[in-house]
């Protein structure tokens, strides 16, 4: 069974950093591109990055350019996102998803076949 699982998430302050984890099993993770999204609450879920299973090849959403970083370690089946100098606007349930081989820039719900719990991010003012 395809499985991902999220971590990583808390309580920080304005200007800190989290770094957030996705562990994946159950399909070949080397050939599938991890996407991270987010979902405030009161809001709809917006994307927020994506790595593709092409090295070097990402995506970010304007808001966090500059700010955040997604890695992955193929090795161990994980997506890393750092998240630095976060913001209370930042605050929100992150969650990871899959999809084959690249990201699309329109990062939509409906790109993305399997999901993982969320994980949730607060950043204090």
């Known amino acids: 069974d395809v499985q991902l699982q999220a971590s990583g998430g808390g309580l920080v302050q304005s200007g800190g950093s989290l770094r957030l984890s996705c562990a994946a099993s159950g399909f070949i993770f080397s050939d599938y591109a991890i996407g991270w999204f987010r979902q405030a609450p009161g809001k709809e879920r917006e994307g927020v990055s994506c790595?593709?299973?092409?090295?070097?090849?990402?995506y970010y959403t304007d808001s966090v350019k500059g700010r955040f970083t997604v890695s992955r370690d193929n090795a161990k089946n994980t997506v890393f996102l750092q998240m630095d100098n976060l913001k209370p606007e930042d605050t929100a349930v992150y969650y990871c998803?899959?999809?084959?081989?690249?990201?699309?820039?329109?990062?939509?719900?409906?790109?993305?076949?399997?999901w993982g719990q969320g994980t949730l991010v607060t950043v204090s003012s």
């Open positions: 998803a899959t999809r084959r081989f690249i990201c699309l820039d329109t990062m939509r719900d409906d790109d993305y076949t399997y």
């Open positions: 790595i593709s299973s092409i090295p070097g090849s990402t």
